[in-house]
């Protein structure tokens, strides 16, 4: 089993109200295998995904990443089969603002670096897509017995 994962900015798995979404930008996304021994008695991998772009907001409202959301599925094929699955790690993240009067609206850098532990979902090769708004990062993690 890998080790626990360290995590900067909280995860959920819950929607809401996101109405800032609007002021951010995603310039760089990056995922990356740490830790992935599978094997017949292991079916769980750690990853790292990271995160750098900016923000900006109005009103003496100053802007932050409050957390990250994460959805998890598998996507669907033509002709799927039980052995040809391919899931999806959807990352997104979630735009918070608190009263600052020193803050005037400039953009403001942010860089989140969280892990997560992701589990193989079958033999052999398990492909992984990692999407945070438009860019995209594949791995693949191997479950042998």
Not at 48 to 57: A, P, T, V
Not at 80 to 85: E, L, M, P, R, V
Not at 99 to 127: A, H, R
């Amino acid at each position: 089993m890998p080790r626990n994962p360290k995590v900067e900015i909280k995860e959920s798995h819950t929607i809401g109200w996101w109405s800032k979404q609007n002021t951010l930008t995603v310039e760089t996304f990056e995922v990356k295998i740490i830790e992935s021994k599978l094997n017949l008695f292991n079916s769980q991998s750690l990853i790292s995904y990271h995160i750098k772009g900016k923000l900006c907001y109005e009103n003496n409202r100053k802007p932050f990443i409050k957390n990250i959301h994460v959805s998890e599925r598998f996507l669907d094929h033509t002709n799927d089969s039980i052995h040809n699955k391919q899931a999806i790690i959807e990352i997104t993240p979630i735009v918070g603002v608190k009263k600052d009067k020193d803050y005037e609206g400039e953009q403001l850098e942010f860089d989140v670096t969280n892990e997560k532990i992701i589990n193989s979902f079958q033999w052999g090769e398990n492909p992984v897509k990692f999407k945070c708004l438009n860019i995209i990062n594949n791995i693949i993690v191997s479950q042998r017995k």
